[in-house]
């Protein structure tokens, strides 16, 4: 299915490169550096386009860096969108810049998209999902010049990853054995 998003779509039928990035607007995602590496992209001539899906306190002060940083052709905030899963899927990057995480489903479900990931190596989640790198490219957390550096990268030389291991990985069949494996390992007494 086609994004509900006008420029999107017209970007993607263009072949500009489309970055992604999705969650909410809060702290722990660190949006600034994601801000950050855009400038980097910029500085180096790097063509692309990064949407941000997602609603949160901290919108009109990421939305007022933008505009200070004259990134206003290179980002838009979409907001919360019905579907992210047509974004996702159409995106060449899906990017997390998180300073903490708990289990950041949103990178399960770019891998199930087949869409390539770049990440921040934050506590916690993304170098399990990630498995350490073979599914995706970790870099450290606030790096900006190491994110732009591998976007850059990916880019030019997409990261091929194994989809079939990561859908037999998260099938429903297998998770749902897993969590009964757990249950049943705990005495009953």
Known sequence: KEPNNKLFNYLYKKGIPI???????????????????????????????LFILGDGPL?????????QLNLNNEITLLGSVE?????ISKADLFLLSSIKEG?????????LCKTPIISTNCKY?????????????????????SMANEISNQLIIPKKINTEEIIEKYNIVNIVERYLEIIHSYPTS
């Not at 949006?31 to 992209?41: D, G």
């Not at 289990?103 to 891998?111: F, K, R």
Request: proline content about 4%; charged content about 25%; aromatic content about 10%.
């Open 19 to 49: 970055l992604l990035a999705c969650g909410r607007l809060v702290k722990e995602k660190d949006y600034f550096t994601l801000l950050k590496t855009a400038v980097s992209l910029k500085d180096k001539g790097t063509i692309f386009h």
């Open 59 to 67: 919108k009109k002060e990421i939305s007022k860096s933008i505009k």
């Open 83 to 87: 579907n992210p899963y047509a974004f």
């Open 103 to 111: 289990l950041p489903g949103v990178l399960i479900q770019a891998l």
């Open 125 to 145: 989640g993304p170098s399990e999902i990630l498995c350490k790198g073979k599914y995706g490219t970790l870099v450290k957390v606030k790096d900006f010049n």
